[in-house]
């Protein structure tokens, strides 16, 4: 380990979703688990301690440090796509009418991340989609739909060498001549996800707007009306997020409250909450 990477590998060690990730560690423990001496871990549990990412617990165990949530905040006040796509997701699952979960989701490390979500009311599923959970790059709408809007040549770093790859290719070519992507039980059975790319920059999408519903209650008719909600949802935010890219800076009070917006059509006007 060197550099900047122990560090982050101290930190992984902390996510349970893993095999042998545990909420708490001694340092002789976070040694062995990676291989490194226990005189390296030590100098790195105490910066990291020190900076907040780290506490000491009980019977000298470490857990994770309240600096994250300082961060968090520092991004939901920061991040266009976080701070605009907050209020289109609440109007889009009132729009739908209908139990679902609305989320946004971006490229991350070669895998795709739910960054901010929001369920309508009496809503009774959950997508795996949960927030700050990388989800693989070939696997549901979400994260199909970023993929087919990446530049080729990075096709291959993301999903392999093109023979090896093919059929997965024309299926992405054709997400992406279709401007959306509706895919059923590919991450959790019975769900469906409607998604469609946030395009607010050159190159590419590399975020996306997904609805996730329940398999039983689309029909046809349903299925293109959701369809184009989101769509149209998609393409309001990529406006929004070029928007604000472009003005200056908003000021702190105009960043603790999201603009509310109507997602029906690109020039849906914004209504004061």
Same mark, same amino acid.
Not at 112 to 117: E, H, N, T
């Given at each position: 380990m060197a550099g900047l990477g122990r560090y982050v590998d101290v930190l992984r060690l902390f996510d349970t979703t893993t095999s042998g990730g545990a909420e708490s560690w001694s340092v002789v423990a976070m040694a062995s688990a990676l291989g490194a001496p226990a005189s390296t871990l030590y100098r790195t549990v105490r910066e990291l301690t020190k900076a907040g990412f780290l506490e000491q617990a009980?019977?000298?165990?470490?857990?994770?440090?309240?600096?994250?949530i300082e961060y968090e905040r520092l991004l939901r006040i920061n991040d266009p796509l976080v701070r605009t796509g907050r209020g289109i997701l609440v109007d889009l699952v009132r729009q739908a009418g209908l139990p679902c979960v609305a989320l946004m989701a971006r490229l991350?490390?070669?895998?795709?991340?739910?960054?901010?979500?929001e369920a309508a009311p009496g809503t009774d599923f959950h997508s795996s989609y949960e927030r700050g959970r990388p989800m693989p790059m070939t696997r549901g709408a979400t994260s199909k739909i970023i993929l087919a809007h990446r530049p080729s040549r990075e096709l291959t770093?993301?999903?392999?060498?093109?023979?090896?790859?093919?059929?997965?290719?024309?299926?992405?070519?054709?997400?992406?001549?279709?401007?959306?992507?509706?895919?059923?039980?590919?991450?959790?059975?019975?769900?469906?996800?409607?998604?469609?790319?946030?395009? %607010?920059?050159?190159?590419? %999408?590399?975020?996306?707007?997904?609805?996730?519903?329940?398999?039983?209650?689309?029909?046809?008719?349903t299925r293109r009306r959701l369809v184009l909600l989101v769509v149209s949802a998609a393409s309001l935010l990529a406006e929004e997020i070029r928007g604000a890219q472009a003005a200056p800076p908003p000021a702190e009070e105009e960043k603790k409250v999201p603009h509310r917006v109507q997602v029906t059509s690109s020039k849906s006007k914004r209504r004061k909450d």
């Open positions: 009980v019977d000298a165990q470490y857990s994770l440090g309240p600096a994250f991350y490390n070669g895998e795709v991340m739910c960054i901010a979500d770093k993301l999903i392999g060498p093109r023979a090896a790859t093919v059929q997965l290719r024309k299926e992405l070519q054709a997400i992406r001549r279709a401007g959306h992507i509706v895919t059923a039980s590919e991450i959790d059975p019975g769900l469906t996800g409607i998604a469609a790319p946030i395009i %607010a920059a050159d190159p590419g %999408a590399s975020a996306s707007l997904t609805l996730v519903v329940r398999e039983e209650a689309l029909d046809e008719a």
